[in-house]
């Protein structure tokens, strides 16, 4: 007798071919030099470390209550006073990307609609995917910023969610205050839920990176972790704040699913929001100028301004995304196709988080590419 069908069609819907096909084929590197993975390559700050070591000393390893402890979710709503003037609802998750699938699940039926822009993070097509939503991309090419007229054009009666990220991965761009302002405006206008994922803000090099909050602060959903900021990634520490029903439907589905995020973490997260970060930050505006100088010459790459990230075109003379990144395997260096992170396969990512002797390297192995 033949066996079932075990798997459920909705995970016809979710490709990860595109990432292992790379990984296949990047598999007999030997010491690459890896622009793939976006990681911090700084350790946790000690006080950070010494903190959740305390709390697990001190037995702090239980359940917590599923909104998060009240001593980070009064830090946290503190700071967000401080910065929006307004109290928020907190919600402590697990990762940004639990944030995510918190949000999505709660508010996302069969058929709603969600908009963000293409290039995006990987997860967000999956996640809509997986709600029985559909995810509609709007072209940002060729300059990545918020395209508010195109944007508009693609909302119908079935959207739901304008979701945004800013600093953006894979782009590294970062929203100006007349573009939070527009989707603020469109969203006003449409009655749409804004989805702000802003995991990579205190990574911004050219001032501050402007938040949605304050230009639609009764339909804008903030999502913020301690994973990129304090290169606590495996960690798995985040928040959501915004709208109170919203926040207490996320909660209430958190009891069933996450639970809680890790709890000696979270005593961690207090003593990091208290730690300076500056010298990464400034090591990283550094390391975003070595490579964008290294590359503009060669691969039209537009400057990113936090994260770390930049998104090179391809040249001409390879077919797409994925034919260049076979060349730049064999030759050593591991970067990302384009079309993981949109429908288009006409760029490829950089990671420019490791040291900066690999950055020269790297991207004088890429513009060798080029000049072949």
Known sequence: MARRNWIAPRMSLIDASGIRRMFDLAAGMSNPIDFSIGQPDFPVPTPVKEAAVAAIRDDFSGYTVTQGIAPLRRRIAQQLQSEF????????????????????????????????????????????NMTGGKPVMVSSYPDFRFPAERVEAAITDRTKILLINSPSNPTGVVMTED?????????????????????????????????????????????????????????????????????????????????????????????????????????????RDLVYHALKDHFDPVRPSGGFYIFPKVPPRYANGTDFVEQTIKNNVLVIPGNVFSEQDTHFRISYATDNEKIRQGCQILCQLVNE
Request: proline share 5%.
């Open 85 to 128: 003037g307004d109290q928020l609802e907190v919600l402590i998750t697990s990762g940004v990307s639990g944030a995510l699938v918190l949000a999505l699940l709660c508010c996302v039926g069969p058929g709603d609609e969600v908009i963000f822009l293409d290039p995006y993070f990987v997860l967000y097509k999956h996640l809509v």
């Open 179 to 287: 573009e939070c302002q527009a989707a603020a405006e469109i969203a006003q206008r449409h009655d749409l839920l804004i989805l702000s994922d802003e995991i990579y803000r205190d990574l911004s090099f050219d001032g501050p990176c402007p938040s949605i909050v304050p230009h639609a602060r009764d339909r804008a959903l903030l999502m913020r972790g301690f994973s990129k900021t304090y290169a606590m990634t495996g960690w798995r520490l985040a928040y959501a704040a915004g709208p109170a029903d919203v926040i207490d439907e996320m909660a209430k589905l958190q009891q069933y699913t996450f639970v809680c995020a890790p709890s000696m973490v979270q005593q961690a997260g207090v003593v990091a929001m208290d730690t300076d970060i500056s010298k990464h930050i400034a090591d990283y505006a550094h390391k």
